[in-house]
Nanobody, 121 residues
Framework: QVQLVESGGGLVQAGGSLRLSCAASGRTFSRYTMGWFRQAPGKEREFVAAISWSSGSTYIADSVKGRFTISRDNAKNLVYLQMNSLKPEDTAVYYC??????????????WGQGTQVTVSS
């Protein structure tokens, strides 16, 4: 079983930055790919980014490429989403996720509770 707890959301002006953190725990978390999805009001959940726990390979959605970066700290069991040049359309609840494999069409097995990110114009 994998437990995921997000933090770091909040209100920021357009053009600003935020860093989300996800604390992962559980016996087998090291076998999982970690990532982030988001859901804006009235929209479906959307893949944002993923990172392999073992190799560190990353996969970033086109909609945020060049602005968002995903990274991890294996020693602390943490995954980060650095969000720069934020836009109002980035406003959403951001979820930390984990699964054996993550792609843009995945339905991840494990989800955190979500953290709200609001970008004002």
């Amino acid at each position: 079983q994998v437990q995921l707890v997000e933090s770091g959301g909040g209100l920021v002006q357009a053009g600003g930055s935020l860093r989300l953190s996800c604390a992962a725990s559980g016996r087998t978390f090291s076998r999982y790919t970690m990532g982030w999805f988001r859901q804006a009001p009235g929209k479906e959940r959307e893949f944002v980014a993923a990172i392999s726990w073992s190799s560190g390979s990353t996969y970033i959605a086109d909609s945020v490429k060049g602005r968002f970066t995903i990274s991890r700290d294996n020693a602390k069991n943490l995954v980060y989403l650095q969000m720069n040049s934020l836009k109002p359309e980035d406003t959403a609840v951001y979820y930390c996720v984990a699964d054996r494999v993550l792609t843009s069409t995945s339905s991840p097995t494990h989800w955190g509770q979500g953290t709200q990110v609001t970008v004002s114009s």
